[in-house]
């Protein structure tokens, strides 16, 4: 129902829902209403969870590794409309209350079947729109973040540990990637939640940037992972005063979220090398969305480097279309 962002001749598990890369979202554009009510899961799912917890209570009893549950967000809907005049993309995101077991209770079981006989993914995502499958099978929502590094014009490539859960474990990613936690990213003024924070709380905790580096931080589209069912936000951010040598030196001295990934790869933040990498990495080794992700940071650069002419995007085109024909691909 959904069509699939293609790269490099590879059709990924990812809709770009909104954004095509040649301008960003204005944060006063994005409007995040919470309601505090959680979701209600049928009774067969219901049960479900409660295994999960009951699973992870007695791991924690027995003092081995476990997953530690907290209080999330789910999303209820995601509307997309244009300005009257200007035809700027405004976004909706409506959310209510979930947590970290109910984000497992479904996305570790798409494929279970259920006494009816159809699983998850076959009863609410296939042969219906997937973006309107109810809120509780949307238990997640990721901020997905490319990095660039000002100082030496590199691409950061993250790739997430395989002690982190899910199935996205030992695979490529964005930069940074941070699931929204009604802990860290719902204000206790009543304030609205703010994509673009929680942006900044990714790099910040994953990659140790902080705010004192002036990063600038750019939503450029959201998007639907259809292999694990999960919303996901997509920023580019630029430090113009940092470069490999300096975040690695960083890294060494800690991170607050060192654990999540395992391995990073620094790239020449320019088409050939950027969709050179994503090609020569099996196409397996990749989280369905961050290619996506990659793409429309390379897009925004060109635009920008041709003085903000959308065309700037074809640069883009041009070295994909060479780098698929040079490989075969």
């Not at 079947?113 to 509780?136: F, I, K, M, V």
């Not at 009543?190 to 709380?201: E, F």
């Not at 292999?227 to 580019?236: E, I």
Request: proline residues 5%.
């Amino acid at each position: 129902m959904r069509d699939r962002f293609t790269v490099v001749g590879r059709a990924t598990g990812c809709h770009l829902f909104e954004g095509d890369g040649t301008r960003p979202i204005d944060e006063e554009n994005v409007h995040v209403k919470y309601t505090p009510r959680r979701v209600e899961f049928p009774e067969e799912i219901a049960g479900w969870r409660r295994a999960i917890e009951v699973e992870e209570e007695r791991k924690e009893a027995a003092g081995l590794p476990h997953r530690w549950n907290n209080a999330r967000f789910a999303v209820e809907r995601v509307v997309v409309t244009r300005t009257h005049l200007a035809e700027v993309p405004v976004v909706s995101l409506t959310l209510r209350d979930a947590d970290y077991f109910d984000f497992l209770t479904t996305s570790l079981n798409l494929d279970r079947r259920q006494r009816n006989g159809r699983t998850l993914r076959e009863q609410y995502l296939e042969g219906r729109d997937p973006a309107d499958a109810p809120s509780w099978m949307n238990c997640s929502f990721g901020i997905n973040v490319a990095l660039e590094t000002g100082k030496d014009g590199k691409m950061l490539f993250s790739r997430r540990s395989a002690l982190v859960a899910g199935p996205n474990s030992a695979r490529w990613n964005s930069s940074a990637n941070e699931g929204m936690a009604q802990q860290h990213d719902l204000p206790g003024d009543g304030g609205p939640v703010s994509l673009h924070a929680v942006a900044r709380r990714a790099i910040y905790e994953e990659l140790a940037v902080h705010d004192g580096d002036r990063t600038r931080v750019e939503l450029l589209g959201f998007g639907l992972d259809l292999v694990n069912h999960q919303w996901a936000a997509f920023f580019r951010a630029v430090a113009p005063g940092l470069d490999e040598a300096a975040l690695r030196l960083r890294w060494t001295r800690g991170v607050t979220d060192k654990w999540e990934h395992d391995r990073f790869e620094f790239v020449d933040a320019n088409p050939e090398s950027v969709l050179g990498f994503i090609a020569d990495e099996p196409e397996g080794r990749w989280t369905p969305c961050a290619p996506t992700l990659f793409y429309l940071a390379l897009v925004r650069g060109a635009v920008e480097r041709a003085g903000g002419d959308p065309s700037g995007r074809f640069a883009v085109e041009e070295a994909e279309q060479e780098i698929v024909s040079a490989r075969s691909l």
